[in-house]
């Protein structure tokens, strides 16, 4: 009984952590936050660069 209330712990935990970074990356103004370029990405594309990532983040920003 207490390793299923221990199981359900730890996924409980793994999901809030999961979307506490989600929300707190949108709300930095990360458009694609699964990629490691995101942060390039959306600068290049306000400059009207190529992008150099291939999330398809630019195409957003257009």
């Known amino acids: 009984?207490?390793?299923?209330?221990l199981v359900i712990a730890?996924?409980?935990l793994i999901l809030g952590g999961?979307?506490?970074?989600?929300?707190?990356a949108k709300k930095s103004g990360k458009k694609c936050i699964?990629?490691?370029y995101s942060d390039e990405c959306?600068?290049?594309a306000k400059k009207g660069e190529n992008s150099v990532c291939s999330c398809g983040c630019?195409?957003?920003n257009k």
Request: charged share 15%.
């Open 10 to 12: 730890i996924i409980a």
């Open 34 to 36: 699964g990629c490691p």
């Open 42 to 44: 959306s600068k290049t």
């Open 1 to 5: 009984m207490w390793q299923t209330v």
């Open 18 to 24: 999961a979307i506490f970074y989600i929300v707190k």
């Open 58 to 60: 630019q195409e957003d």
